[in-house]
């Protein structure tokens, strides 16, 4: 192609032939083209036709001096952003092709090129500030770990340091029973740390400090998932059904035993047909007044004690849960300890063990089944805190109603309900630590002729982990709140504490399964290997969404709660109570549902907490209001409540939500109110904006719906979440540094 | 209590006594209101106040005779619906009592006390709806696997067959060497029994039945997916490898004895630094012409082969991808076969090895990483189809550029990108077998006195299971088109299936996950038991959102792939153009964002497919075309391309959600209307409007962002969602039965 306005083609030859994404059908766009330019002779398009012969493609040296010419014109002109930019310079500035210029552009459309992006092939671009950008260090993290760690800083420091010592390496073999053994020693060893027994009464080795517990638990969490459920079952479980629910004379006699793990045990609850609804167990206690004892039984094969921890190989003894039942009138359930194993470890007469076998997690546990064939125990074996026989055979309790009564034992027992989402929480922080440090260090794709990109940089794995890093502090202040309110509880906030309880077990395990799952994924094939220990987080935090109560049973428990404080507080609800409930703190009506507010987009409106906190509320209020004009209605309409209840569970499931989301930030931003060191305020500060936009963006369908906002504003805080993230990508690895989790127990290779 | 409007306070004292929900404040609201009635004297007050002193409860006998007493009421008047109903007979219809009616409702306000629901506890309900729905055989499970199997009936009942032998029995060791040995025994079996060479020549063994092929990779999928895998690394990879790259010349030394599994092979692209990014691989294969060789070598320890199937126990040969060098210069990526083992297992002189050890899942499959070392091999080792080094030693290929070519050699192989999806929508099948099953049997709660509800009555668990059984569907015949789109496919349209393929991939294993996760926890603790094979199905198909492509990049390349086009259809974006190409297909721009249109909520609308259609090809185009819009405008602002695409990620994710999302319904509907079997045709349409709906449900923020929808509609669909769940429950279980999945491969005693 000697003629030089030919040479304007050249570079569409070279896309055409080497662009992945170009097909057959553009060799025709673009002879049709050559064919329709009256300015071009026959013989200089026969010439053209040849290089764009499917048939006969040019040569491979041929697309290389192509591609050097381009290269070329560059190198000599970097401000050309169009092919057509190319073509003139390569036609040596001829007027006929400058002239063409719509043409051209046509041309490129109709290819599908973007001009802009076909010539980043060409050139050797420095200025991509996607490749460019990094981690900083822009604030001390070792004073956030203090802020994270507050007044239980010493005992986290001391749990660390127990389980970063050489006989806490993790267990590689794959041998249940080899696993199983590893747990249990390793109990042992935190049980002489007394670790397990801190939050016993003193006078049975104890400290009396549940704080220190929960911290204890959740610390440990960082290590093997298996190890804190069995040391959960030992001393939460066992110990503390002993606590709550025995007195003195069973205090005197197993508590310090129990607390050394002199006396493994378990806590047998659950049967094969009665997990969620344990008010339906059916073990029986049969009081026998003539020698004073109990016979416990099991009544047919589903109702046998299932997944229960320390069963299957290590419990000596166990809290059984057992409708008693005296002369033939049934009582209701209460706990009793039931012998399980001598000191030897063998099987006492009339308990039947069953194994749980493999299951997807937690291997180092030994779960079992019991069962009970007419096992005699002694009447002291009672657990007699809220209700016992008296000397003359007959049923005594302070709490005449035995429904009020189980489920004020339960309520003894919510402290579970709040290590678990502990225990989740550092289970995530670990998930979050490998995945992020691992996509800083990662590196792929990249500019044409750049270096390839750290994949933190890519937006959409920003999406994918950061909202989750800020969820995951607003969930570390949240539960030191709950943890705070369990500790200080009056009796007459107990049924407030028990649904935020449950409540925050099922919204932290949950967010726990979706960030390790997210996790897995960043990590792409790195983090399928067992070596990476996001399988072993993955798995063993699965059942938390289980156990301890049912995730979605237990939101549709915080929800009955929740309406049922709604309508303590409204009455008779009339169309303007509701009203008057649902903008109760926003400042006036007019403020929220104005237009200029549902459709205010500026910054300083979008990051303001007390916009998140507004939006929060608002939603907590209307959700729960709505639902319960609904139950009212559908019963109204000659609905029974049991089916009523049925239709609405699915609008039950988002007003749990809605109101844990409101408590969980309110908490945030009032722990973020105390941070004084500045730097550590200001990313946190931003976390909280990410945390509480990345939720209203989730609800965006609600509050659309709702008129609370405009599509204005959804789409504007959906930029401002994106925003959020490259802002905060930078200090994405100090932040999770600052959750200082041990190295050896993080372990990954990947994030070393 | 001898006066009898007294006893009008019986239900109220019952019910602060024994209802879990109540707390101590509800006693002082009844002690003010008792203190507030005129109308009892000082000493009856005093004698109302004894009962709810919360210092000396009532006697458990007094509480069970004050039930006696509101349950006789009830089983005499059936009709009431309150507690002043009951109050009212029990005062013996007192005046005073009926005349403070007003109060009574107000007090029942205060306490949070829904009447009709309150009554519930004391009477027996028998026309609860909730507990007497149940399953129901409307129509023939075995026609309804007729129509999924189709034209592949014969050879999926054969897979079946020989899959439920003894010999298949599920390998329980927990041994990873076991397992390993276990895998690739039935893969020798499965070999003899022709599965493997089904789609090889037929000069060498095969049928050439790609059709076969696949349906042969989904139904082994009921069974243990290491198994699928290992059996897809040697069939569908190393196998098809060879006959897609290769000539003559390769097949006839190679292709028989792969097909017999005499020779075990590997398919080495991924290398640890290079997964996503295949054309950055490293290894280098440089031509020697001197004695016509190539040296295969690893020139840093991260360009070494990675998750290597069969490479670290059985592998003999691989083919394996790298960089060819001739004469100093870099001619692209290319596949070469490189020898690994001996036949007698023993790994050749250069080859160095590694295991990688346990894994998430699929811990059957020997994964492993590869170096070589200056491993020399013979020059006809290069997989020659695309590119050939001639007599002269000068590298010749009918496809000029290294880039084009190697993405034709990649689209060569796009069918793992169809076997895939195809095994996880059979892990999919299996999980919602088991889960569906289960939950049709399983009971928890019910109303007062009446049996336990099995627990796929509740809504809620509805709504976990039947919209993803809905999608289950839709998904296998979309899977089934992708299939026979590519068995059919033209040159001209591998573009197109590519990116379909790719974009496939990705959102069925997405969807696989989610199911799983779903079917885990709606199983709840049984679902943790690795008898039910949850986990594993779980855990196995993990890493399939990962593997042949990690599922993020691929929806990013098929947006890409999706803007290309666009470009070639538009042109100049005007914006008249871009309103005419989203609403091309709808009958008039008015008829669709008619204000009647966007507010229609009647059931026949709303169950319309042509409606939902429309939808979904509304959400495809705008979603493109504002996305086109964006990057045009960004780069028209001065970004760099690169940037503004990485700006556009998240948006570029729902350009191909909502394409792929338009091809499955589309797809679905077409297959719908091909089912002939009315009663078939009826449940499977209720799936497809259920599909349909729940995925409107699920974007319901973009429509109502958009203003293709109105809130009211969108409230009306979430209700059409909860009703087609209702309406499919009964046919639930015959739907999963449908699948046909062999008792011996599902094997989970829950689901028996």
Redesign the interface.
């Known amino acids: 192609m000697e003629n030089p306005k030919l040479k304007a083609f050249i570079p569409f030859f070279y896309l055409v ?10 060799f025709f ?1 673009l002879q049709e083209f050559i064919n329709f330019q009256n300015w071009i002779s026959q013989k200089e398009k026969e010439l053209l036709f040849s290089k764009i012969n499917i048939l006969d ?4 040296e ?2 290389t001096d192509w591609k050097y010419e381009i290269e070329k014109v560059i190198q000599l002109k970097p401000s050309i952003r169009s092919i057509l930019g190319i073509s003139i310079v390569l036609s040596k500035n001829d007027k006929i092709i400058k002239d063409q210029k719509p043409a051209f ?2 041309l490129e ?6 001009g ?2 076909a010539i ?1 092939n060409f050139r050797e ?1 420095t ?5 460019n950008y990094q981690s900083v260090n822009r604030f001390s993290t070792k004073k956030l770990t203090q802020i994270l760690d507050g007044k239980q800083a010493a005992i986290i420091k001391k749990v660390k340091s127990v389980i970063s010592r050489p006989e806490f390496a993790y267990e ?1 073999s ?3 029973d080899v696993y199983r053994e590893k747990v249990y020693d390793w109990c042992k060893i935190l049980a002489k740390e007394n670790f397990g027994n801190r939050a016993f009464p003193k006078k049975y080795g104890g400290r009396e400090n549940i704080a220190d517990y929960f911290a204890i638990m959740e610390t440990l969490s960082y290590h093997d998932l298996s190890l804190v459920i069995k040391f959960g079952v030992q001393f939460g479980l066992w110990g503390m059904s002993i606590q709550s629910l025995g007195t003195e004379k069973h205090f005197s006699k197993y508590l310090k035993d129990i607390g050394t793990l002199k006396l493994p045990g378990c806590f047998a609850m ?1 049967e094969t ?5 344990v008010k ?1 167990l059916e073990t029986t206690a049969t009081y026998n007044h003539n020698d004073q004892t109990f016979t416990i039984h099991t009544p047919n094969e589903n109702a046998q004690k ?2 229960i921890g320390n069963a299957a190989k290590h419990g000596q003894m166990a809290t059984v849960f057992a409708k008693l039942i005296i002369e033939g009138n049934d ?1 209701g359930i209460n706990a009793f300890i039931v012998p399980l194993r001598d000191t030897n470890g063998k099987i006492l007469k009339g308990i039947t063990i069953g194994d ?6 937690l291997n180092g546990v030994d779960n079992g089944t019991i069962r009970f064939g007419n096992v005699v125990i002694p009447k002291d074996n009672m657990l007699d805190r809220f209700a016992w026989i008296n000397e003359k055979g007959k ?1 005594e ?8 009564r189980f ?1 004020t034992m339960l309520g003894t027992l919510v402290g579970g309900r709040i290590g678990i989402p502990r225990s989740a929480l550092a289970a995530a922080k670990s998930g979050l630590t490998i995945a992020i440090i691992y996509s800083d260090q990662r ?3 990249g ?1 044409e002729g750049g270096s ?1 990109v750290p994949i933190l ?5 920003q ?2 982990l950061i909202p989750l890093l800020a969820k995951t502090y607003a969930i570390h202040f949240a539960l030191q709140y709950v943890t705070n309110r369990f500790i200080d509880r009056k ?2 906030e ?2 407030e504490i028990e649904a935020l309880a449950a409540g925050m077990k099922a919204y932290v395990t949950w967010s726990t ?1 979706d960030i390790l ?1 997210e996790c ?2 960043a990590c ?2 790195k ?5 990476n220990r ?2 072993t987080l ?2 063993d935090t ?2 938390y ?3 301890e109560g ?3 049973v237990l939101m ?1 428990l915080v929800t ?2 929740r ?6 507080s ?3 609800m009339s169309t303007m109570g509701i009203i008057n409930y649902v903008y109760e703190n926003a400042k006036t009506l007019i403020s929220e549902k104005n237009p200029i507010v549902t459709r205010k987009t500026d910054d300083d409106h979008l990051l303001d907490n007390e916009f998140h906190l507004n939006a929060f509320e608002y939603r907590e209020k209307a959700t729960l209001a709505s639902l319960a004009k609904r ?2 209605k559908l ?1 109204d309409s000659g609905l ?4 009523a ?6 609008q ?2 988002d007003v749990s939500q809605a109101y844990l989301e409101r408590i969980i930030l309110e908490q945030f931003l009032t722990a973020i109110k105390s941070i004084k060191d500045k730097k550590c305020k200001e990313v946190v500060s931003k976390l909280s904006q990410l945390y509480a936009l990345s939720q209203i963006e989730r609800n ?2 609600w509050y ?4 609370y906002m405009e ?1 204005v504003k ?2 504007a805080i ?1 930029k401002m979440v ?1 925003q959020l993230c490259w802002e905060i990508r930078p200090d994405a690895v100090s932040l999770v540094k600052g959750f200082d989790i041990p190295e050896s127990c993080l372990a990954a290779p990947i994030a070393l």
Chains 1, 2 share one sequence.
């Not at 029974?640 to 089916?643: A, Q, R, S």
């Open positions: 032939w080497s662009d992945d994404i170009l097909t057959q059908k553009e766009t493609p040019p040569s491979r041929e697309l552009i046509k459309n109709d290819l599908g090129i973007l802009e992006e980043g671009t200025n991509i500030f996607t490749s590689t794959t041998d249940t659950t047909h009665h997990g969620s609804n339906g299932e997944y009582y749980c076998g493999l299951k997807m997690g049923f309790s302070p709490i005449p109603s035995d429904n009020r489920f590196r792929q794709f500019p390839e940089n890519y937006r959409m794995h999406r994918r009796e007459s107990m049924q399964r799952q897995r994924e792409g094939g983090g399928y290997l067992s070596e996001i399988d993955k798995n699965e059942i969404t289980t156990f049912d995730n979605t549709q009955k709660s309406l049922s404080e709604f309508r303590k409204f009455g008779e139950i009212k019963i029974e409540p049991y089916d209840y049925n239709v609405v569970q699915h039950m499931a965006k369908g659309l719906e709702d008129g599509a959804t789409k959906r994106n």
